[in-house]
């Protein structure tokens, strides 16, 4: 069962740099990579 708010928070280790996407288990993978393109996509108001 994947949790949002772990999403958020592997997201984040990501973008800081402390986990790679490789490492996080495997039901996280896709959900996490999805959020992160959606917060690349987001336009800036």
Excluded: G, H, N, W
Aim: glycine share 0%; hydrophobic share 40%.
């Amino acid at each position: 069962m994947v949790k949002d708010y772990m999403v958020k928070v592997y997201a984040f280790l990501i973008e800081t740099k402390r986990r790679e996407i490789k490492s996080l288990p495997e039901e996280y993978k896709v959900p996490v990579a999805e959020y992160l393109v959606q917060q690349i996509e987001k336009p800036t108001v």
